[in-house]
Nanobody
Framework: QVQLVESGGGLVQPGGSLRLSCAASGSIFSIDDMAWYRQVPGKERELVARVVSSGSTNYADSVKGRFTISRDNAKNTVYLQMNSLEPEDTAVYYC????????????????WGQGTQVTVSS
């Protein structure tokens, strides 16, 4: 009933920029926090950045000053602007959102996107 669809991944050279987008659709009543995670093979998925409904944000130390998370509540969309990319940023990036549906107004559930590959290489 709820889908998160990501876009914007790809191959970029070190020092370059990418912008990821994630649009939520379906029977949405409201969205609490939205976030981006990333995962590389053999490692646990890690939080990259989170934005709550009020607009407050938090970031992993490794991306502070380089990445910016934002959201458009009218479009149920979250963005991740990634600048000064490094090879260590190479990973599959996943969108996450805690969503209250019209069938579950009082409880939010976590939903995930399908993931988008970001590769930073020369």
């Amino acid at each position: 009933q709820v889908q998160l669809v990501e876009s914007g991944g790809g191959l970029v050279q070190p020092g370059g920029s990418l912008r990821l987008s994630c649009a939520a659709s379906g029977s949405i009543f409201s969205i609490d926090d939205m976030a981006w995670y990333r995962q590389v093979p053999g490692k646990e998925r890690e939080l990259v950045a989170r934005v709550v409904s009020s607009g407050s944000t938090n970031y992993a130390d490794s991306v502070k000053g380089r990445f910016t998370i934002s959201r458009d509540n009218a479009k149920n969309t979250v963005y991740l602007q990634m600048n000064s990319l490094e090879p260590e940023d190479t990973a599959v990036y996943y969108c996450n959102a805690n969503i209250r549906t019209h069938w579950s107004v009082w409880i939010s559930y976590a939903y995930w996107g399908q993931g988008t590959q970001v590769t930073v290489s020369s």
